[in-house]
């Protein structure tokens, strides 16, 4: 707990005790005095006890509202409180009744406010555990010995030594040293990551193992753990249609049953004065009233709806889901198409060797003719080979390296002759060699003249795209559409293998926003169009959908500024998880919604009517506000889902 909870909860209990002692004093107890003193004395010693009581639990929420009607924000729940309390307090005291129900009220809606604050603190807490990545100074190395300095004065270039169990406070490139880096606070992945001179990394990393020299690329303004902390921080502000409701709703609730309590102490009475000739029992209609205010306070809904929002932005981010605000997590759940981008967020985006067909040799010696013929190439098909090959290239065993463009290359290998390359080279030669029926890049391979067999090089799907389809259309998506610029055939194969319903081929950037125009206009009043990108080349297309969602943006600049939410890895699973992550939120929205307002207008009518006591108002308040609170802290746990 904060200091400021522990005060409160010192208050509310001091403030329990000595109600507890008061009422255990009868108020007998107190008239004996009157002979001792003078006659009056028991009365007012009773009512100063019990006023010192109120002050101990109830001096903030005065001050709150005497502070809110000097600034013109009437009608908050302060006032009502305050109201409520005090007129209970000066009917109490005209009767000589019991001042208990005035200082329970209070007491107890003190319990729920420290209820509600601590439930708020835990979800603030869980963000910023997870994000828990600003880091608090960068090691520079300076005669020798390492300097600890603030990473917002690092320029851009300089190296910067981060020591195992220390976080990487810049992104940069590792420039010396080898080591494990956990990703968990960035990505809700728990697998570490190995990286080495060359590779590039990013701030908000766990260095595990070894020392790593960094040249940082960026300033730490720019780097992905300021802007991962920005976006984070300003989520609340961007408020959901059902926040906003609630604000409306409240603003003209609150008069709205201010004027009704008004009401009802003074038409009854007068009703029964002038009209009935009968007695006004005006005690009788401000209990009433009082009552009627206690129960109207509008908490349970402006305190549970936005935290049931943030507790899920919460929830989100813990498994590697940023969400820029409150109303991206509500138009995500009524996602009923979802657009896919292909290479980089349904196929790894890097070229591999699929397959080897009709092989002559073994397929590691197949491979590693063609990577040594192709080692001159720069070309992503020549390194893929070579990737495929695996060993160190020893150059001195190729010579005459011949490149015939748009078609292959030629080469001395070990004295031997090698051709590697499409169709148009092998009939070049007049090599014949066997068609390949599969979809990507086929390089075929002749050796001294005889043809030794094909390698299939393809955009290899990721691991769990197939399964991400199948769990969207689980989840209630109605349509799931790719597009890409790649050749009809690649796509038609990819869609094929996945199960996607539509595709489309051939498409540049721009071609790429007007089919999601076609599909906005196709679908226009069926739900929400999510499209889902690498981030770097969609951003037209991201910021045009309904929800543009960046996957695997670990870094991107453009996925951060463009999307509206952003899967910190290249999990295509995490979509679907998006989507029950924001129907989990939006349901709990709406059964605190329906629960609140219900409990709270059948209460409302039972004061009316006086059935219903403070002790009725108090569970109508308190009981319902702590409830809602605790259905909406639910958001917060959406690892099992």
Request: aromatic share 6%.
């Given at each position: 707990?904060?200091?400021?909870?522990?005060?409160?909860?010192?208050?509310?209990?001091?403030?329990?005790?000595?109600?507890?002692?008061?009422?255990?004093?009868?108020?007998?107890?107190?008239?004996?005095?009157?002979?001792?003193?003078?006659?009056?004395?028991?009365?007012?010693?009773?009512?100063?006890?019990?006023?010192?009581?109120?002050?101990?639990?109830?001096?903030?929420?005065?001050?709150?509202?005497?502070?809110?009607?000097?600034?013109?924000?009437?009608?908050?729940?302060?006032?009502?409180?305050?109201?409520?309390?005090?007129?209970?307090?000066?009917?109490?005291?005209?009767?000589?009744?019991?001042?208990?129900?005035?200082?329970?009220?209070?007491?107890?809606?003190?319990?729920?406010?420290?209820?509600?604050?601590?439930?708020?603190?835990?979800?603030?807490?869980?963000?910023?555990?997870?994000?828990?990545?600003?880091?608090?100074?960068?090691?520079?190395?300076?005669?020798?010995?390492?300097?600890?300095?603030?990473?917002?004065?690092?320029?851009?270039?300089?190296?910067?030594?981060?020591?195992?169990?220390?976080?990487?406070?810049?992104?940069?490139?590792?420039?010396?040293?080898?080591?494990?880096?956990?990703?968990?606070?960035?990505?809700?992945?728990?697998?570490?990551?190995?990286?080495?001179?060359?590779?590039?990394?990013?701030?908000?990393?766990?260095?595990?193992?070894?020392?790593?020299?960094?040249?940082?690329?960026?300033?730490?303004?720019?780097?992905?753990?300021?802007?991962?902390?920005?976006?984070?921080?300003?989520?609340?502000?961007?408020?959901?249609?059902s926040e906003d409701f609630i604000s409306r709703f409240a603003r003209?609730?609150?008069?709205?049953?201010?004027?009704?309590?008004?009401?009802?102490?003074?038409?009854?009475?007068?009703?029964?004065?002038?009209?009935?000739?009968?007695?006004?029992?005006?005690?009788?209609?401000?209990?009433?009233?009082?009552?009627?205010?206690?129960?109207?306070?509008?908490?349970?809904?402006?305190?549970?709806?936005?935290?049931?929002?943030?507790?899920?932005?919460?929830?989100?981010?813990?498994?590697?889901?940023?969400?820029?605000?409150?109303?991206?997590?509500?138009?995500?759940?009524?996602?009923?198409?979802?657009?896919?981008?292909?290479?980089?967020?349904?196929?790894?985006?890097?070229?591999?060797?699929?397959?080897?067909?009709?092989?002559?040799?073994?397929?590691?010696?197949?491979?590693?003719?063609?990577?040594?013929?192709?080692?001159?190439?720069?070309?992503?098909?020549?390194?893929?080979?070579?990737?495929?090959?695996?060993?160190?290239?020893?150059?001195?065993?190729?010579?005459?390296?011949?490149?015939?463009?748009?078609?292959?290359?030629?080469?001395?290998?070990?004295?031997?002759?090698?051709?590697?390359?499409?169709?148009?080279?092998?009939?070049?030669?007049?090599?014949?060699?066997?068609?390949?029926?599969?979809?990507?890049?086929?390089?075929?391979?002749?050796?001294?003249?005889?043809?030794?067999?094909?390698?299939?090089?393809?955009?290899?799907?990721?691991?769990?795209?197939?399964?991400?389809?199948?769990?969207?259309?689980?989840?209630?998506?109605?349509?799931?559409?790719?597009?890409?610029?790649?050749?009809?055939?690649?796509?038609?194969?990819?869609?094929?293998?996945?199960?996607?319903?539509?595709?489309?081929?051939?498409?540049?950037?721009?071609?790429?926003?007007?089919?999601?125009?076609?599909?906005?206009?196709?679908?226009?009043?069926?739900?929400?169009?999510?499209?889902?990108?690498?981030?770097?080349?969609?951003?037209?297309?991201?910021?045009?959908?309904?929800?543009?969602?960046?996957?695997?943006?670990?870094?991107?600049?453009?996925?951060?500024?463009?999307?509206?939410?952003?899967?910190?890895?290249?999990?295509?699973?995490?979509?679907?998880?998006?989507?029950?992550?924001?129907?989990?939120?939006?349901?709990?929205?709406?059964?605190?919604?329906?629960?609140?307002?219900?409990?709270?207008?059948?209460?409302?009518?039972?004061?009316?009517?006086?059935?219903?006591?403070?002790?009725?108002?108090?569970?109508?308040?308190?009981?319902?506000?702590?409830?809602?609170?605790?259905?909406?802290?639910?958001?917060?746990f959406v690892d099992k889902l």
């Open positions: 707990m904060t200091k400021k909870q522990k005060k409160m909860l010192t208050r509310i209990l001091a403030a329990a005790l000595m109600l507890v002692v008061l009422k255990l004093i009868p108020a007998a107890g107190f008239s004996r005095l009157d002979g001792l003193l003078f006659p009056g004395a028991g009365r007012w010693l009773r009512l100063a006890l019990y006023l010192v009581d109120y002050a101990v639990i109830g001096y903030d929420i005065l001050r709150k509202a005497v502070k809110g009607i000097i600034k013109g924000r009437v009608f908050d729940e302060n006032f009502l409180m305050a109201i409520a309390t005090v007129g209970a307090l000066a009917l109490a005291i005209y009767e000589n009744g019991d001042y208990a129900e005035a200082i329970a009220v209070m007491l107890f809606y003190q319990i729920g406010e420290l209820f509600e604050s601590y439930a708020v603190g835990k979800s603030r807490r869980n963000i910023s555990q997870l994000m828990d990545i600003r880091p608090d100074y960068a090691n520079i190395e300076q005669e020798g010995r390492l300097v600890q300095v603030d990473p917002e004065e690092l320029a851009v270039g300089t190296v910067i030594v981060v020591q195992p169990g220390e976080k990487v406070p810049i992104d940069g490139v590792v420039t010396e040293g080898s080591s494990v880096l956990d990703t968990s606070a960035l990505t809700g992945e728990s697998l570490p990551r190995e990286v080495q001179p060359g590779d590039e990394i990013i701030s908000g990393c766990v260095n595990l193992s070894g020392l790593l020299y960094i040249r940082t690329t960026k300033a730490f303004g720019q780097s992905t753990v300021s802007k991962i902390l920005e976006l984070v921080e300003n989520a609340s502000s961007r408020k959901s249609r003209i609730y609150t008069p709205a049953v201010c004027g009704a309590a008004l009401a009802l102490f003074l038409l009854p009475p007068l009703v029964r004065l002038l009209f009935l000739g009968l007695d006004a029992q005006w005690g009788q209609w401000l209990y009433r009233a009082l009552t009627f205010l206690v129960i109207s306070c509008p908490c349970a809904l402006v305190i549970s709806i936005p935290l049931s929002f943030f507790a899920g932005i919460g929830g989100a981010s813990r498994a590697g889901i940023l969400v820029k605000g409150s109303n991206y997590l509500e138009a995500l759940s009524k996602t009923r198409c979802v657009v896919f981008d292909k290479t980089g967020t349904l196929t790894e985006g890097v070229f591999a060797v699929e397959g080897i067909h009709h092989s002559s040799m073994e397929n590691e010696k197949l491979i590693e003719y063609a990577a040594l013929a192709e080692s001159a190439s720069s070309h992503p098909i020549s390194r893929s080979l070579q990737r495929a090959y695996g060993k160190e290239i020893d150059r001195s065993r190729v010579t005459d390296i011949r490149e015939i463009s748009g078609q292959g290359v030629t080469a001395l290998v070990d004295g031997s002759r090698v051709a590697a390359g499409n169709d148009k080279l092998m009939r070049c030669l007049g090599i014949d060699f066997v068609p390949c029926r599969s979809v990507g890049t086929i390089i075929h391979v002749a050796i001294d003249g005889a043809y030794a067999g094909h390698i299939v090089i393809s955009d290899l799907i990721k691991a769990h795209a197939k399964a991400a389809i199948s769990a969207l259309k689980e989840n209630g998506v109605e349509q799931t559409v790719m597009l890409t610029g790649d050749a009809s055939a690649v796509a038609e194969h990819v869609a094929q293998k996945l199960g996607i319903d539509r595709v489309y081929s051939q498409l540049l950037p721009a071609d790429k926003v007007e089919q999601v125009e076609q599909l906005l206009a196709e679908r226009k009043g069926r739900g929400n169009l999510a499209f889902v990108g690498d981030g770097v080349n969609d951003a037209p297309v991201l910021s045009r959908a309904d929800i543009g969602i960046a996957m695997g943006a670990l870094g991107s600049d453009a996925a951060i500024e463009a999307a509206d939410i952003v899967l910190m890895d290249d999990d295509p699973l995490k979509i679907a998880k998006a989507i029950k992550i924001s129907r989990k939120c939006l349901r709990i929205v709406y059964e605190n919604i329906v629960f609140a307002i219900g409990i709270k207008l059948i209460c409302l009518a039972l004061g009316a009517l006086g059935l219903a006591n403070m002790w009725l108002a108090i569970f109508a308040d308190v009981g319902v506000m702590v409830i809602a609170v605790l259905n909406a802290i639910r958001c917060l």
